[in-house]
């Protein structure tokens, strides 16, 4: 964990400070408001990593559960379809059902995909209020 970060010493409003007193303590909180940006970015994407670790994980184990019943189903459906047909069209008729359900939820993994969120939009938010803020203060 980063260290407490130290008050800043703010003199009373009535004072008048020297310019270079008052760049130094600009710089200081400058340096304390980019290190507190930095650790909410940081914390940000800590949060994100292990929301995607944990999707990851569940989503290797149904998929092998899944696979293994699906596995069993085609069997099953092409053993049927054999009382019917031949054998050969019986599994090609189960392996083409299969891969088109594979190709339907790897294409519905691809679109998810895109809607994952992973910048630290928070970070990056108040990053830009910041700037804002500190362009405003200048002028």
């Known amino acids: 964990m980063p260290e407490a970060a130290k ?6 409003p009535h ?8 760049i130094r303590l600009t710089l200081i909180e400058t340096k304390e408001l980019a290190s507190a940006e930095i650790q909410l970015a940081k914390v940000e994407l800590q949060k994100a990593t292990r929301r995607l670790v944990r999707l990851v994980i569940l989503s290797v184990l149904g998929a092998v559960g899944a696979l293994l019943g699906l596995v ?12 019917v047909l ?8 189960s392996g ?5 359900m594979a190709g339907a ?3 519905l993994a691809y679109r998810r995909l895109d809607q994952l969120e992973l910048a630290p939009e928070r970070a990056i938010e108040s990053t ?3 700037i804002e803020w500190l362009k405003k203060k200048l002028d």
């Open 96 to 100: 083409g059902l299969a891969m088109g």
């Open 7 to 12: 008050p800043v010493p703010h003199p009373p």
């Open 86 to 93: 031949p054998a050969w069209a019986a599994y090609l008729i």
């Open 105 to 107: 939820l790897a294409w």
């Open 72 to 83: 069993a189903l085609m069997h099953a459906m092409a053993a049927a379809l054999v009382l």
């Open 128 to 130: 830009k209020d910041n």
């Open 15 to 22: 004072e008048e400070l020297a310019l270079g007193e008052l």
